[in-house]
């Protein structure tokens, strides 16, 4: 049988290996010049593979469309992903988060270990083709793929795409699997050309939005103050104001920049906002609000202890220089400002009305969140092909015969650790074993 993989991603080149191994003749297109763009900055470069979670817990790790990948996740699991890896000689560890990285730091190796095994199954690897078309099934039974090459530059510019029939390339194949990707990180590829090839069969998309994304703040000026603090052991909760409703609630890392917030508990956050019902409406409004407790092991009774055994070791300094202890130096004069107190007060002089503002502060830090950053500095595509249309246990479409769809293409997206990864192997590896 002869297999046509569109998307040389962890989905795409999965679901080649799945198919190759499967004893087909399998053609990888790729858009770019190499294959696992968006894979080498993955987990900053080192490639969170996975997570060490059981398998039945990472549907707990997607909020939205979680049941849809029921079946994926039981035909290629986490093990399956380790096992993988080890075959092809590297090795894996375990860090705090459940998460999974080869023992060596390297994205690098785990693409790798990818492209050897290709090589191994002889998928045949066509560079620098973008695919315009994807054609029905015709009276052989056999669907078009109809392709223009694109020659890169040195400074990787496109100087070669006036499609002249040149340049033009039709494949014919059993099966096709389109695994191109979403919109997020559009420099390795995933410019959501796979949407338009998938509309133009009949195929519906479900609303593109940013996911696992930085926010950002009406307080810009307290932002830029606190530009680079990154901040451990944080409790956050995104609330709706309107109805004082908690959206989101997690602890762990958070990091100022200036437009807003980012780091890991903001970036998970930001998945559940953007579902949220009439997000826009309550954004524009000013109702949604990011609650931070810096001291989230201390009560409010037990942080106002402390702060009375500080102030006692500081009685004779003024307020702006007692907080050393509780606070990072970054963080003090935007505390002192939200608490009101004078900040050339003597300590000894504050009173525990004062005290009891200082504590509502460090317990409850509210910022104004005004929107999310664009698609482009997004982890992760929010939306996709419509679900309802893509059979489950097989990844097969529903209306077009023949075809499968792989990854972030489809309406599935998780939180931060792995998971999202591990949604690329195993839808991939769920399409390429198919047929």
């Not at 795409?12 to 297109?29: Q, T």
């Not at 039981?74 to 459940?98: A, H, M, Q, S």
């Not at 959501?192 to 994304?213: M, N």
Request: aromatic fraction near 6%; proline fraction near 3%.
């Amino acid at each position: 049988m002869n297999v046509i993989v569109i998307g040389g991603g962890p989905a795409g080149m999965m679901a080649a290996i799945a198919s190759a191994e499967n004893g087909n003749n399998v053609i990888l297109l790729e858009k770019k010049e190499r294959l696992g763009r968006k894979l080498l900055i993955t987990g900053k470069g080192r490639c969170n593979i996975t997570s060490s979670l059981p398998i039945e817990e990472f549907i707990q790790n997607i909020p939205g469309n979680g049941q849809f990948l029921y079946s994926a996740f039981k035909n290629y699991t986490n093990n399956d992903i380790i096992n993988f890896l080890n075959e092809e000689g590297l090795d894996v560890k375990e860090e705090r988060g459940n998460r999974i990285f080869p023992v060596t730091d390297k994205s690098l190796d785990v693409l790798k270990s990818f492209t050897k095994k290709l090589k191994k199954l002889n998928v045949k690897i066509e560079y620098n083709m973008e695919v315009t078309e994807i054609v029905p099934r015709d009276e052989n039974g056999k669907l078009k793929v109809k392709t223009v090459e694109n020659k890169e530059n040195n400074r990787g510019n496109i100087n070669n795409r006036d499609k002249n029939k040149n340049n033009i390339k039709i494949f014919e194949a059993d099966k096709v699997i389109l695994a191109t990707g979403g919109k997020s990180y559009p420099l390795t590829g995933s410019t959501g050309d796979g949407y338009e090839l998938a509309k133009k069969l009949g195929h519906t998309v479900t609303k593109i939005r940013p996911s696992l994304v930085p926010l950002e703040a009406f307080e810009q000026n307290m932002c830029k103050d606190l530009q680079g603090l990154s901040l451990r052991n944080v409790n956050i909760e995104l609330k709706n104001k309107e109805n004082n409703k908690i959206i989101y609630q997690d602890f762990g890392e958070m990091l100022f920049t200036h437009f807003g917030v980012s780091g890991p508990t903001i970036l998970s956050g930001s998945a559940h906002l953007v579902r949220y019902k009439n997000i826009d409406e309550l954004l524009k409004n000013k109702k949604i609000v990011l609650s931070i407790d810096f001291k989230p092991a201390l009560s409010e009774e037990k942080l106002d202890e402390r702060i009375l055994r500080d102030f006692a070791e500081f009685k004779n300094k003024q307020f702006k220089n007692s907080l050393d202890k509780l606070l990072p130096q970054k963080l003090i004069p935007v505390i002192i400002e939200k608490s009101g107190i004078n900040p050339n007060k003597k300590v000894n002089e504050i009173n525990k009305k004062e005290r009891h503002s200082l504590v509502e502060v460090l317990k409850n830090l509210e910022v104004t969140i005004r929107g999310f950053r664009p698609i482009d500095e997004a982890i992760v595509t929010s939306g996709g092909i419509n679900i309802k249309e893509i059979n489950p246990k097989t990844m097969e479409s529903k209306l077009v015969n023949g075809l499968y769809f792989a990854g972030e293409i489809i309406d599935v997206d998780a939180y931060t650790g792995g998971f999202n990864l591990q949604i690329a192997y195993s839808t991939g590896y769920t399409a390429g074993n198919n047929m």
